[in-house]
């Protein structure tokens, strides 16, 4: 079912389409604490297309989730961007006063949290709650908004939308409510989405409807889809491109299917060896040896080093920036040219 475009979306010339939708450079996020400053983000950079999905994987506490919080403006005090740009159709974000970034939120980027609960206000039918996203950022009726709602509820596959409308979130599944909060980050038709681990709280069957549902709406509706996740599973069904973070930088990115079937960075390697693949007939899976390093204990050179199987003196100097490896890019002496 299509929806008609938000009322005040002007066509978008050659130039406008081509250049990326957001566009992240050299992003620092900082802590300030007692015993010093801690980095969780530090110089992670990267673009988005238009109606492209990029997956961001990597372990709990790699600095994905908190990429995305600061992309969206709503990272926790005494969280801070440090360093860095971001850039949303070419309009830079990250340094815009918080009742500004309130009116881009809803608008131009919308959110999709794990735990519908926490999206959603008990006290409210979710018709209300939708009803007052699209109010507030589209200029129609209450009437008009409504109808609208029902026609988003129906589009993320809500059975009998104009009964459901009414009910309250706990009338609801977990995977119905994970539907619900798709529809309110999307019903005033945002030109970003910000996924964080949308599927996690999800039983495996709701979690392919899911991943379908938001393939179909990146497609149609021109949604540009930023999609954080530690699943590569889900990376490898639902998105384009892939980012792989490690201790709060990109290890590689690139196209899916290339950083899947042909990683190059030692880490990614290790991240895809530990997938089972149907038909073999392995006793223990592969795995990486250690820890994610904690923030107050970064290892100098390359954060991965102390895990890597292939580091060399130059890994623990000097700290490696990301470099064309064929069809990605990967932050590794093991590419970089001799001297």
């Known amino acids: 079912m299509a929806l008609t475009p938000a009322l005040s979306e002007k066509p978008r010339t050659a130039a406008e389409s081509a250049a990326p939708l957001l566009e992240v450079r050299n992003l620092r996020v900082e802590f300030p604490t007692r015993r010093g400053t801690l980095v969780a983000v530090d110089g992670v ?83 209300q709650q939708i009803t007052e996203t699209i109010l507030t950022h589209l200029p129609l009726t209450r009437r008009e908004a409504r109808e609208r709602a029902i026609r988003w509820l129906a589009e993320v596959g809500i059975p009998a939308p104009e009964n459901r409308i009414d009910h309250y979130p706990h009338q609801f599944s977990g995977g119905m409510r994970q539907r619900v909060v798709i529809a309110l980050a999307l019903c005033a038709e945002p030109r970003l989405v910000i996924a964080d681990e949308p599927t996690t709280a999800l039983d495996v069957s709701i979690q392919a409807q899911i991943i379908t549902l938001l393939k179909r709406l990146a497609s149609q509706h021109g949604t540009s889809v930023m999609l954080v996740t530690h699943d590569m599973g889900v990376i490898a069904e639902t998105a384009d491109r892939v980012a792989v973070m490690y201790a709060g930088r990109i290890a590689e990115i690139g196209p899916v299917r290339d950083v899947i079937h042909a990683p190059k960075h030692p880490y990614t390697i290790g991240l895809m060896s530990s997938i089972p693949k149907l038909g073999e007939g392995r006793e223990r899976l592969a795995q990486i040896d250690g820890s994610m390093p904690r923030l107050t204990a970064i290892p100098p050179g390359c954060a991965f080093n102390p895990r890597c199987p292939r580091a060399f003196d130059r890994c623990r100097q000097q700290r490696p920036e990301l470099v064309r490896v064929g069809a990605t890019e990967a932050a590794c002496w093991l590419y970089a040219e001799k001297p």
């Open 45 to 127: 950079s990267f673009s988005i297309a238009r109606g492209e999905v990029l997956g961001v994987v990597g372990e709990s506490g790699a600095g994905k989730s908190l990429t995305g919080m600061a992309v969206i403006g709503l990272l926790e005090p005494p969280g801070r961007i440090a360093a860095g740009e971001v850039r949303l159709e070419g309009e830079r974000i990250d340094n815009l006063t918080p009742e500004a970034m309130r009116r881009i939120r809803g608008r131009r980027i919308g959110a999709i949290f794990q735990d519908p609960l926490t999206s959603l206000n008990p006290l409210y039918t979710i018709g």
